[in-house]
C-alpha cells in the first residue's frame, strides 16, 4: 500500500523548466503544457529565490514548486539561470555608445561562465565618421575572440539555435525591437529614448524565455548600473582576456598591471596593442569597486 501511495506521488510531480516569473507566480513549461506554480515556503528558507531558466520538478496536482536543480550558471541582473550565451546590445545613437558599459558587462558576463557576444544596433542613425570609430572598436573586440555582429546581419538568427540567450544591454539599446526585428510576431513593446537622460524606459518588466530559431531566447529589464564590489581584483582582471597574452612579459608572476614595473600589458597598452578604452577602463573598475 506505501509502495503504490509512492507511485501516486511519484506520477503527480512533473519535471520542467521555469519560463517566466510574474510575482510569485512561476511558468513552468513541462513539455505538453505550461503549468503556473508557487515556490514552498523551504525555498524562502533555505535562502534559495527560484529564477527563470531554472530546471524544477513540480507537484502537478496542487501546481507547487517542489525541487531546483543545480545550476549551470546564474546572472544576478537580469535574473536569470543556465544560460549558455549573452548577446550584449549596444546603442551607437540615443544612447550613445559605451565602451565602458561594454566592458562592464563583458567581465560580469565572463565571471559568470556565459558565452558574450556583441552586437551594435541603430548604426543607420550615425554618421560614416562615426561607424569608422564604431568599426574601430569591432575589429578589435573580434580580434581578440568576440563574434561581434550589427543588428541587420542574418547569422544573427543562426546563434540563436541549440542556446538560452540573454539579450542584455543598456535601456534604450534597442534590445526589444531587435527580437521584433528576428520575429515581428514577438511584437515585444518598445520605448522612447529620454532626451534629458540619454537612455531608454524599462520597457520589459519581467525576465520571459521565448521560443525563437530552434533555442531560448530572454528579454531583460535594462541595466542601470552595475558593479564590482563582490569581485575580486584579479576576477576583474581575468575578465580582459586579452591581458592573459601578455602575461609572460611581466615581470611579476601575478601582475595586476597596474603599478608594477615591466609589465606586458602596460607596455602593449602603451603601444596600441590593447584598445585604450579597454585598459582605461580596467583601471577605473579596480578603482570604483
Known amino acids: 500500500m506505501i509502495i503504490l501511495i509512492l507511485m501516486i506521488m511519484v506520477k503527480m510531480n512533473k519535471t520542467g523548466r521555469i519560463i517566466k516569473q510574474l510575482s510569485n507566480d512561476y511558468f513552468v513549461d513541462i513539455g505538453n503544457e505550461v503549468v503556473v506554480c508557487k515556490p514552498r515556503g523551504k525555498f524562502r528558507n533555505l535562502g534559495i529565490t527560484p529564477l527563470v531558466g531554472d530546471f524544477v520538478t513540480i507537484d502537478y496536482e496542487n501546481c507547487y514548486l517542489l525541487e531546483i536543480e543545480k545550476r549551470k550558471n546564474e546572472l544576478i541582473r537580469p535574473s536569470i539561470a543556465n544560460v ?38 541603430k548604426l543607420d542613425l550615425v554618421s560614416e565618421k562615426v561607424k569608422e570609430e564604431i568599426k574601430k572598436y569591432q575589429e578589435y573586440y573580434r580580434k581578440i575572440g568576440y563574434s561581434v555582429y550589427n543588428n541587420d546581419d542574418p547569422k544573427l538568427k543562426e546563434i540563436l539555435k541549440d542556446n538560452v540567450t540573454v539579450f542584455a544591454g543598456q535601456s534604450g539599446a534597442g534590445k526589444s525591437t531587435l527580437l521584433n526585428m528576428l520575429d515581428s ?70 601582475c595586476m598591471h597596474q603599478q608594477e614595473e615591466e609589465c606586458g600589458v602596460k607596455e602593449a597598452y602603451k603601444s596600441g596593442e590593447i584598445l585604450p578604452s579597454r585598459y582605461e577602463n580596467y583601471l577605473k573598475f579596480l578603482e570604483k569597486r
Open 185 to 254: 510576431s514577438l511584437d515585444l513593446k518598445t520605448g522612447e529614448v529620454s532626451q534629458a537622460l540619454g537612455r531608454g524606459k524599462h520597457t520589459t518588466r519581467h525576465v520571459e524565455l521565448i521560443p525563437l530559431y530552434g533555442g531560448l531566447v530572454a528579454d531583460t529589464p535594462g541595466f542601470s548600473a552595475l558593479d564590482f564590489k563582490d569581485y575580486e581584483d584579479t576576477a576583474i582582471r581575468d575578465g580582459f582576456i586579452e591581458f592573459s597574452h601578455y602575461n609572460e612579459f611581466c615581470k611579476y608572476r601575478d
Open 84 to 121: 549558455t550565451q549573452a548577446l550584449i546590445v549596444n546603442s551607437v545613437e540615443i544612447p550613445e555608445f559605451s565602451s565602458n558599459l561594454l566592458d562592464k558587462l563583458l567581465v560580469t558576463i565572463e565571471y559568470n561562465h556565459v558565452k558574450p557576444i556583441i552586437c551594435f544596433t
